[in-house]
């Protein structure tokens, strides 16, 4: 219900200085709050993606059950919304960027899984199921 065979990403990055963790999880914690509303809660958990480190995957509190565990979280209360992290050393290296100067976040977020949550929409593989009623209406 929440995975499909085609992937849809939009990406987020902040660089500057004293970029930190905290800022991660504060800007994390404002775009749910902002999408999903007030009641919205995340957490962070360690997970691998090549040009961050640490990366952590992000989790948001599920909309469906209120995090007592349903078929959409897998009976887990919490929904994966996005990968993040901070940005690697060897990312700046590579664009001339000092890396002893600059550190930086990012984000990777799914716009299907932002409007499943958003709308209260079941299964993700609805919107590539080429019903133009339900295409319409999101």
């Known amino acids: 219900a929440r995975h499909s065979h085609t992937f849809n ?14 800022n ?22 360690p997970k691998y993606y090549p040009f ?6 992000i989790d948001t509190l599920c909309v469906f ?15 994966e919304i996005a990968g993040a992290g ?3 050393p060897n990312v700046f290296k590579s664009t001339g960027l000092d890396s002893k100067k600059y550190t930086g976040l990012a984000w990777g977020f799914g716009p299907d899984r932002i409007l499943m949550l958003k ?7 609805y919107f590539l199921e080429g019903d133009l009623k339900f295409l319409q209406k999101y």
Not at 24 to 45: M, Q, T, V
Request: proline letters at 1%; aromatic letters at 10%.
């Open 24 to 45: 991660l999880k504060f800007l994390s914690d404002y775009l749910l709050k902002a999408i999903l509303g007030d009641e919205a809660k995340s957490r962070f958990r």
């Open 65 to 79: 059950c209120h995090g007592k565990g349903c078929k959409i979280c897998s009976f887990t209360g919490w929904f």
């Open 119 to 125: 709308h209260g929409i079941e299964d993700i593989r």
């Open 52 to 57: 961050v480190e640490p990366g952590v995957g």
């Open 9 to 22: 990403q939009f990406e987020v990055a902040v660089v500057g200085e004293n970029i930190t963790m905290a």
């Open 86 to 88: 901070m940005i690697h």
